[in-house]
């Protein structure tokens, strides 16, 4: 609710607010809004925060303005009421523009060919316009009557890997199931020691983990297929409508063929191919109501180059009118910089102790509105192993990061927030993938499409044995098993969005300036984008704080 819908108080500065906000939130204590501005209205404001806290009952969370009329003395009638305005909204040259900053859709790039930027969220300003135009909104859920519903998590885990060779082969006969049961249900397939029984010419399919792949002297392509029985050669023909396929595959991922066998019977030639994938017709859920959730990754505290400046201006727009419906925040690993992560990193740190940045991270956290749900998972720079999947932060960093009683939880995790689906994976594999596929099916300027991958393969790391660390654990949780509404990533540091099969892709930026390590790999990242997705229509907003 805006403050020029309350006459009885006069405006107070943002400013103002924020230093009570803080003040109470450095005391464990949220406050609604009415409360901020007679606090803020004082002629003593911290005397009166210390008055107000006197008064209010043990197990208080949020302070309201009953507690602080106790306290703090005004004048009969209220303080005099002066109007004020919502921001308006003005392009980069300054005009007024009431139309800049509706939720626009993202397109389905990967389904029609269209232009790549038709149908994308409006990029905003969120610095200046809008987090100093207007005072907090009330944040107090019982007053607001709002309430955001506690997400449900599901893929954190305890790892039981011991790194003996039968761990390694669980994994992989773990994925092979779980990818192959994706699949069985399009093709009539026989295990690869059945098809090597069958006489030539025969039609045949086969479930297999990619175990090679390799180009012949006449440009056809030849891929070796493993199943739990063996392997077995198939062909790809070069004029095949669906060669240029061959070209994303990855070692280790999980495919179905069919086609016929050759006179001998001792290859496989292939007529379609087929990828575990998310089905076209996927329909995603949405929420029963208007809510919003911000996702954001790569905050990277401790660094030198972490703009505290922006994300200090997406906190503050938090608390404005304008985010009243934001009431989740979804981070994606790397909360901070972390030490040791690549070499001469000690020379570019601001905070040394790795303890220190998460305290650091915690009190930029608190800046945040109290009443959020927030949802973290670990990332490569974290202190957290860095074999694949990460289990959560140890009770000590938890500890450390208590602020808002944020949800901890493990890299990847499926994050179910009002009914709808994240998947939350930060990305380690995308330098992997990048570094296999040609441009034009994955790169760093084209986030989206690295994305799209990982959801046709239905797994976040399809490859072992390269730059991706992957743990041997009972079974492999990198599977994408439920088709998820929206896939949430970072890592790279870049922005990009879009949709696949009807799930919302979208990979965050960062919240840091480029590093000197960055201009080494010729890395320009993308600083203090907040991309804010409306839960009940996936439509995406994406807002900039720097």
């Not at 007679?38 to 309201?64: M, N």
């Not at 003005?90 to 509706?102: R, Y």
């Not at 790397?334 to 040394?352: A, F, N, S, T």
């Not at 296999?436 to 994955?442: G, K, N, S, V």
Request: glycine share 6%; charged share 25%; hydrophobic share 35%.
């Amino acid at each position: 609710m805006l403050l020029s819908a309350s006459p009885q108080y006069r405006p107070v500065s943002l400013d103002a607010s924020t230093r009570i906000v803080r003040a109470l939130a450095d005391r464990g204590y949220n406050a609604d809004r009415e409360a901020v501005t007679l606090l803020a209205s004082a002629s003593d404001p911290q005397a009166a925060i210390e008055r107000a806290l006197e008064t209010v009952p043990d197990g208080t969370v949020v302070v309201t303005a009953d507690h602080v009329k106790e306290a703090v003395d005004t004048p009969a009638n209220g303080p005099k009421s002066a109007g004020s305005s919502q921001p308006t909204e003005t392009d980069e040259s300054g005009q007024s523009d009431d139309s800049q900053h509706p939720p626009i859709s993202t397109g389905d790039s990967h389904d029609q060919p269209t232009d790549s930027r038709d149908g994308v969220p409006v990029e905003t300003k969120g610095s200046e316009n809008d987090a100093r135009g207007s005072d907090f909104r009330d944040r107090d859920s019982t007053s607001s009557g709002r309430s955001p519903v506690e997400p449900e998590l599901s893929g954190d885990i305890q790892s039981t890997g011991t790194g003996e060779y039968d761990d390694f082969v669980s994994v992989f006969r773990n994925r092979y199931e779980k990818l192959a049961a994706q699949l069985r249900g399009r093709v009539n397939h026989r295990p690869t020691d059945a098809v090597a029984e069958m006489s030539g010419n025969s039609d045949a399919a086969i479930i297999g983990m990619v175990s090679d792949i390799r180009s012949t002297a006449s440009g056809h392509w030849l891929v070796e297929l493993e199943d739990t029985n063996g392997t077995f050669p198939c062909l790809v023909m070069k004029d095949r409508d669906f060669a240029d396929d061959v070209q994303t595959l990855l070692y280790d991922e999980v495919i179905a063929v069919e086609g016929s066998l050759a006179d001998d019977a001792g290859i496989l030639f292939v007529d379609t191919m087929h990828f575990p994938d998310v089905p076209r017709t996927y329909t995603p859920s949405t929420a029963d109501r208007p809510v919003e959730a911000a996702l954001v990754s790569d905050v990277h505290v401790g660094s030198e180059e972490f703009r505290a400046d922006a994300w200090q201006r997406f906190a503050d727009w938090l608390h404005t009118p304008e985010a009243e419906s934001v009431e989740y925040l979804l981070v994606g690993g790397d909360m901070v910089e972390g030490v040791g992560v690549y070499p001469d990193q000690d020379e570019e740190l601001d905070i040394v102790d790795i303890y220190d940045q998460y305290e650091a991270f915690s009190e930029h956290l608190k800046d945040v509105p109290g009443d959020m749900e927030i949802v973290m998972i670990p990332g490569n720079h974290d202190a957290v192993r860095l074999a694949e999947p990460q289990p959560a932060f140890d009770e000590e960093l938890r500890d450390i990061m208590s602020a808002h009683d944020a949800r901890i939880t493990a890299n990847p995790s499926m994050v179910t927030v009002e009914g709808v689906s994240v998947l939350m994976y930060h990305g380690t594999s995308f330098d992997e993938i990048i570094a296999e596929l040609p441009d034009e099916h994955a790169s760093y300027e084209n986030p989206e499409g690295t994305m799209a991958q990982l959801l046709r393969k239905r797994h976040v790391a399809p490859q072992y044995g390269g730059m991706t660390r992957i743990a041997p654990e009972e079974e492999d949780h990198l599977v994408i098993e439920e088709v998820p509404d929206i896939l949430h990533t970072g890592h790279i540091h870049k922005l990009g969005y879009g949709t696949y099969h009807n799930v919302l892709t979208i990979n965050s930026s960062c919240w840091q300036a480029q590093t000197d390590f960055q201009k080494s790999v010729n890395l320009e990242p993308d600083v203090g984008y907040a991309p804010i997705v409306d839960l009940q229509t996936l439509d995406l907003t994406i807002r900039q704080f720097v």
